[in-house]
């Protein structure tokens, strides 16, 4: 599975972004899926997790309330949407595909997307 994050850029504070994470590969509908994020000077966190079929989610608690998670087997995609964006938003946002289940532990994700950045500032 080749993952592919798109969708950062520069935002107010207070605004809204749309990620995605397209997959190539029909097998997509079989992972979990997370975003991951990393800010400058500091470790890569867990954001947001979903199940294969979507039915399930989780969200990191500095999230709750602001970002949802979706997903689009058909599609092979992945979407993030982010609402009330917030300056410590901004970090390179990573999509990872796990052939079990979604979680924190990033050493258990099988397949890595590039990373798409997102800035938060006025």
């Known amino acids: 599975v080749q993952l592919q994050a798109c969708g950062g850029g520069l935002v107010q504070p207070g605004g809204s972004l749309r990620l995605s994470c397209a997959a190539s590969?029909?097998?997509?509908?079989?992972?979990?899926m997370a975003w991951f994020r990393q800010a400058q000077g500091k470790e890569r966190e867990f954001v947001a997790g979903?199940?294969?079929?979507?039915?399930?989610?989780e969200y990191a608690d500095f999230v709750k309330g602001r970002f949802t998670l979706s997903r689009e087997n058909r599609k092979n995609t992945m979407n993030l949407r982010m609402n009330s964006l917030k300056p410590e938003d901004t970090a390179i946002y990573y999509c990872?595909?796990?052939?079990?289940?979604?979680?924190?532990?990033?050493?258990?994700?099988?397949?890595w997307g590039q990373g798409t950045l997102v800035t938060v500032s006025s």
């Open positions: 590969g029909r097998t997509f509908g079989t992972y979990a």
């Open positions: 979903i199940s294969w079929s979507g039915a399930t989610t």
């Open positions: 990872a595909a796990d052939s079990v289940e979604y979680g924190p532990r990033q050493d258990e994700y099988d397949y």
